[in-house]
């Protein structure tokens, strides 16, 4: 146990101190910074825009080209109202004169209008949020179903009314809102497979530099193998714990900092108010998902006698955890976080961390199949702990040539 | 205090790489394991320093079956290797933490053999930034910093040079004089028979000859006379294929009969222009080659 803590000491901060981790720790909390203040920031940027637009009293201009007749009477209104932010100038000369005042830069954007229910649009560059084709699809529909309405016998108010119809509902979730969970969800579930490949895989690649370097000889003789590998597991678990709680540590405090500026996203909000429950879940599911993948990668590093053999010898871990994921992934995504592959996850210690954690913040999940799941897991680390301890104990000794399946399975058995 | 290996046996697999090795290791005496490569020598450290277990028979100290809590092990790997992105006297420390220090002890300790080696002022470099010689240096540390009971030495000379090797020298020296249990293990055999008072051999994972070194030197018969002269040609001709003259200038005659040493040393020194002579022992490297030249 004293070996354990001491191992445990200076895996941890050799960690800590390594500049690559506290580059990116610094990174990711300034990156989570940057997104929470921008809503301020920007705020700040069109509120200065706006004052500059009003002082200067002018608004973007919009070139209109209606038929003449009637039907260009008829809708002059329709796009004044519709677009009451731009500074609506009625062009003759239909759709060229619209494009030349466009590509001159004389009006922002513009519309020629054909027909009561088709129009061309012509702007210089199309904007990702531009929404005035559907503005325009809105008024004109309006417009023509109101005359439709009015044309067939109903006065312009009973037309209106029935055009302004809109139907009332209420939602009732009496188990989980995968709509409002999703987003949160993929978000821990993403932390989880992050942290759990990046600290597993440099769980291996310690073991291997040890190896390498030829360390391993003298720390084989001063330490024991089980708190070897327990300590720099351990320490691995503890730095991604860290990290992790500096990461969602600083986005809360951020959050609140700026909690009015995000009142209206809801997906944000609802990010930043997740049941304390749900946190404690993954807690519980990080540690133990680390602990079985980090005793696998841990063994496995330790049959390697090379660093370059690292890539190679963890693939297959690699893969079990990455189909893990996608299996994850692509339930949350089908909406049905309960199928048969999920449940089946659920209580597979390799694949619960993820799936049973999903299940949980997704659906409503029985209390006993959260706690089988749990024992499961738990009797699983401990057995990968010991499998992987007995494999390091051998693996460490052996240089040259890879231990076979056979070299390892009697390493099982002898004491 | 007294090792010993009583009829150790173990296999890896189907290889059956110690049958039977036995042998005692005195505190105050150093003692020299030696045998070629693959004879067995660094299993059976590893057995000493428990690292696994053997398969059969007993490591026994002062009597009693060897556990980690009785005994402390200093360790110099043939294979030399520490962290080398991390800094001297840190990773200094932390091995001799490992090995039971409490921290401020094993600081301290660690600060004392820097400057007792010379090398103070690499305490705060990394390993790296250092010479083969004194990364060697730092290695003996973590062998010594916690003043082991028991120190293993494997090659610890290879890579020095005479300097340094004179300063490891009197380490060693200090170690035996201290009274401690110290092993060496090495395939340079004038460093054996400077230091070791007893050797083992292994040999296809057997000890095929163990015992006191001068003792075991005496066994030998004492049929050889090594001669110095400025003049061997009367000799060469006069004993014919009895004598050889070695690269020295020496020439070595062999008796046919041990008892007629005192004779044919009188005989020497009445008839011929000598400036010496002295009856030849066995070298260790002679005995190494008897005795583990062919694979068991």
Redesign the interface.
Known sequence: MK?FG??FQ?ELR?ILKNKVFLGVTLFLVVAIGVVMFLPNLSALFQTGGEEEQTSAGELPVLALSLPEGELGDRLTPVFAAAFADYAVTPLPGGARAVEQAVAKGEADCGFAVQTDRSYTYYVTDLALTDDNPDRADAALEEAYRLTALTQSGLSPEQAADILAARAEHTVVTLGKDQMQNFFYTYLMIFALYMVILLYGQMVATNVAV?KS???????????KPVAMMFGKVFASCTAGLIQLAAVFGSAMLFYQLNESAWAGNGLVAAFFHIPVGLFVYLLVFFLFGFLIYAFLYGAIGSTASKLEDINTSVMPVTFLFIIAFFVVVFSMTSGNVDNLLMKICSFVPFTSPMAMFTRICMSAVPWYEIALSLALLAVGVAAVGWVSAKIY?VGV?LYGTKPTL??LA?ALKR? | MKLELCDVEKSF?DKRVLQGVSFTVQSGRAFGLLGRNGAGKTTCI?IL?Q???ADGGQVLLNGEPLSRSRAT?G?L?E??????K?RVAEQLA??A???GLPHKAAVAAVANWLARLGMSDAANKRLDTLSKGNQQKV?LV?ALAHNPDVVILDEPFSGLDPVNALLLKEVVQEQIAQDKLVLFSSHQMNTIEEFCDSIAILNGGRAVLCGDLREIKRGYPRDRLAVTTEDPAPLLRDFGDAATKTRRGEVILRLDDPGEKQAVMRRLAEQYDIDGVRVLEPTLSDIFVEYAGEEA
């Open positions: 070996q001491k191992i200076f050799g040890e370097s030829r360390a391993m000889e003298v720390l084989i003789t001063s330490a104990r000794l056979r070299t009697a004491k | 697999g590893r320093m690292v696994f277990g092990f360790y790997p294979e030399r290797g520490l962290y080398p991390k932390y091995f933490e490992l090995k290695q973590t």
